[in-house]
């Protein structure tokens, strides 16, 4: 599995960005996904994860109600869509693919990891 992150970079506070999450070679089809971040300075935090299907997805409370997370009918891309962005959602947000089919916000249960894409909110 090679998972890459990508659509990163400068938004304004209030506003948008998509990011995606692609598997090269279309082995996360059957697995969960998450998403995680790490702020300068600070742990890694769970952001948002969606099953295998993307019929259950689970959001951290700091990005629910902004956050969006879905799949392609393949499976093989998954788009986390922030609105309502703000300062504090800045940092580098790393999706990973699960051993589980399930969506969750533990990041033991998350073997592969994409490099991570730098999303920055300035306000």
């Known amino acids: 599995v090679q998972l890459q992150a990508s659509g990163g970079g400068l938004a304004q506070v209030g506003g948008s960005l998509r990011l995606s999450c692609t598997d090269s070679?279309?082995?996360?089809?059957?697995?969960?996904v998450g998403w995680f971040r790490q702020a300068p300075g600070k742990e890694r935090e769970f952001v948002a994860a969606?099953?295998?299907?993307?019929?259950?997805?689970h959001y951290s409370d700091s990005v629910k109600g902004r956050f969006t997370i879905s799949r392609d009918s393949a499976g093989s891309r998954v788009y986390p869509e922030m609105n309502k962005l703000k300062p504090e959602d800045t940092a580098v947000y790393y999706c990973a693919s699960s051993i589980y089919s399930t969506a969750g916000s533990t990041a033991g249960q998350y073997r592969y990891w994409g490099q991570g894409t730098l999303v920055t909110v300035s306000s």
């Open positions: 969606i099953s295998w299907r993307g019929g259950t997805t």
């Open positions: 070679r279309r082995t996360f089809s059957n697995n969960g």
